[in-house]
T-cell receptor
Framework: ETGVTQTPRHLVMGMTNKKSLKCEQH?????MYWYKQSAKKPLELMFV???????ENNSVPSRFSPECPNSSHLFLHLHTLQPEDSALYLC????????????FGDGTRLSIL | AQRVTQPEKLLSVFKGAPVELKCNYS??????LFWYVQYSRQRLQLLLR??SRESIKGFTADLNKGETSFHLKKPFAQEEDSAMYYC?????????????FGTGTQLKVEL
């Protein structure tokens, strides 16, 4: 499969659970991103990885922990989330050279009970 | 700091009418802007970028540095144009190539 793939598509979890979101890109890109998309709010950039190194962390609570083991995979580990964390989590990737557009996955719809 | 403003949350037009989705930006330097579109139940995808100077699905956007605008236009709206549209501004070189998105405009094309 080509493009950016996110799993799972939907996730329901309790506040004390630990789960992980996965993102995989088959585009040969070397930068990857996590975004949060909530209803009635703009897209919020959470994390940026460039060549597998985290280059940005936009004041995201520590209950969100990203991991980028290689340039094709990105994870978002979730631990003791809050109800306000319910949202659509989008992964994107891009090339680094120049101002390249980002390619997005379908997202994971997360619901916190 | 760079910023992208889309003043309209919702824009409703009739089929065949002209469409203009507004985008203004704040950026020190030479900007490059994108328009992204998200159709119902589909992923966010790139619609066009100003550097390409091309028309995609009948849409065009011209960068106006004097007015710091990058409005998206289409002369005749089609029903399939109904979607959420986001204007986006890449950051300066380095820093992981991040994008600053506007809040989005929901375009509704009515019959």
């Amino acid at each position: 499969e080509t493009g950016v793939t996110q799993t799972p598509r939907h996730l329901v979890m309790g506040m004390t659970n630990k789960k992980s979101l996965k993102c995989e890109q088959h585009l040969g890109h070397n930068a990857m991103y996590w975004y949060k998309q909530s209803a009635k709010k703009p897209l919020e950039l959470m994390f940026v990885y460039s060549l597998e190194e985290r280059v940005e962390n936009n004041s995201v609570p520590s209950r969100f922990s990203p991991e980028c083991p290689n340039s094709s995979h990105l994870f978002l580990h979730l631990h003791t989330l809050q109800p306000e964390d319910s949202a659509l989590y989008l992964c994107a990737s891009s090339r680094l050279a120049g101002r390249q557009p980002q390619h997005f996955g379908d997202g994971t719809r997360l619901s916190i009970l | 700091a760079q910023r992208v403003t889309q003043p309209e949350k919702l824009l409703s037009v009739f089929k065949g009418a002209p469409v203009e989705l507004k985008c203004n930006y704040s950026y020190s330097g030479s900007p490059e802007l994108f328009w992204y579109v998200q159709y119902s139940r589909q992923r966010l995808q790139l619609l066009l970028r100003h550097i390409s100077r091309e028309s995609i699905k009948g849409f065009t956007a011209d960068l106006n540095k004097g007015e710091t605008s990058f409005h998206l236009k289409k002369p005749f709206a089609q029903e399939e144009d109904s979607a959420m549209y986001y204007c986006a501004l890449p950051g300066p070189p380095g820093g992981g190539n991040k994008l600053t998105f506007g809040t989005g405009t929901q375009l509704k094309v009515e019959l």
